[in-house]
């Protein structure tokens, strides 16, 4: 069965400060991979997703991801944060099965 | 951009009550799944269903739950007697297809309290 991890639960960071959440999953197949996010009173949002190509995949509002296999990992990365990326992430994977199975998600602040 | 839209976006009940979460998914989408995210933990899979049917479950969805899509458009979810944790956010969404690249959307929504 598929699982993710998401390590930090609680990240706290300063405007334009860069920004690094990890994720790993577990799963011996092959993957897809989803970060996904939640503004405060918002629904979950998708911000970017991997099926195949290019393992660094760019997404909306100047984030990005990595996948790296070898890691099983798909950390989510942005070079400058703002205060309107306050939110909540969440990492998902599908592998065996269609339906997705998300991390237990990451609450992200940013003072402005 | 269509959106999935759930209401109620929050409702207190008693213990014991039935309770009805409401869900529009995207008018294309022909599967729909419910998720469930109780405060500080993990958001947990429910069920999935297409063509009038659920077509996956998990431990969780037993049996004092229930979906179903009344007509067209709508796609419920029933709680028939709500126990304290119950409590959580419910989650609707919706997809085109079923593969495993599919993008799935979410509602923004429901926080039950059971009380």
């Known amino acids: 069965a598929q699982s993710v991890s998401q390590h930090n639960h609680h990240v706290i960071l300063s405007e334009a400060a860069s920004l690094e959440l990890g994720c790993n999953y577990s799963?011996?197949?092959?993957?897809?991979l989803f970060w996904y996010v939640q503004y405060p009173g918002q629904h979950l949002q998708l911000l970017l997703k991997?099926?195949?190509?290019?393992?660094l995949v760019k997404g909306i509002k100047g984030f990005e991801a990595e996948f790296i296999k070898s890691k099983f990992s798909f950390n989510l990365r942005k070079p400058s944060v703002q205060w309107s990326d306050t939110a909540e992430y969440f990492c998902?994977?599908?592998?065996?099965?269609?339906?997705?199975?998300f991390g237990r998600g990451t609450s992200l602040i940013v003072h402005p | 951009e269509p959106e999935v839209t759930q209401t109620p976006s929050h409702q207190v009940t008693q213990m014991g009550q039935e309770v009805i979460l409401r869900c529009v998914p995207i008018?294309?989408?022909?599967?729909f799944y419910w998720y469930r995210q109780i405060l500080g933990q993990k958001v947990e899979f429910l069920v999935s269903?297409?063509?009038?049917?659920?077509?996956?479950k998990s431990e969780i969805f037993d049996d004092q739950f229930s979906v179903e899509r009344p007509d067209g458009s709508n796609f419920t979810l029933k709680i028939r007697s709500t126990k304290l944790e119950d409590s959580a956010m419910y989650f609707c969404?919706?997809?085109?297809?079923?593969?495993?690249?599919?993008?799935?959307?979410f509602g923004e929504g429901s926080w039950l309290t059971v009380v």
């Open positions: 969404a919706s997809s085109e297809g079923r593969s495993s690249g599919n993008t799935i959307y």
């Open positions: 799963y011996g197949g092959t993957v897809n």
């Open positions: 991997y099926f195949s190509g290019d393992p």
């Open positions: 998902a994977v599908t592998g065996g099965s269609y339906i997705p199975t």
């Open positions: 008018s294309n989408h022909l599967y």
């Open positions: 269903f297409y063509n009038n049917e659920i077509s996956e």
